[in-house]
């Protein structure tokens, strides 16, 4: 399994970003996909999941209302879309696969992952 991620880049605060992920070597259907962002000197934090099969979604309290995650199976792209960004939203954002269709909220949960993308955001 690969997952490439991109859509990152500095952007002034209230702005958006469209993160993209695009997964190969799986059979994704089953798959719950996550984002999860590290910034400096913290450790990775769960961000969104969502399960391919069906669509249910999960997000952090932190982003809910701001920030979206979709899939598109047919292309085996996962999304991102991040409104109202906010300085502490400043992170690398990365994408990942859990092939067992449990919804974790922890990075131990994922067994692939993708090598980030760096969402700056400017106060």
């Known amino acids: 399994v690969q997952l490439q991620a991109s859509g990152g880049g500095l952007v002034q605060a209230g702005g958006s970003l469209r993160l993209s992920c695009a997964a190969s070597g799986g059979a994704f259907s089953t798959y719950v996909m996550g984002w999860f962002r590290q910034a400096p000197g913290k450790e990775r934090e769960f961000v969104a999941a969502?399960?391919?099969?069906?669509?249910?979604?999960y997000y952090a309290d932190s982003v809910k209302g701001r920030f979206t995650i979709s899939g598109d199976s047919a292309k085996n792209m996962l999304y991102l879309q991040i409104d109202s960004l906010k300085p502490e939203d400043t992170a690398v954002y990365y994408c990942a696969a859990n092939p067992r269709a449990l919804l974790s909220r922890f990075p131990s949960g994922y067994d692939y992952w993708g090598q980030g993308t760096q969402v700056t955001v400017s106060s």
């Open positions: 969502i399960r391919w099969s069906g669509g249910s979604t």
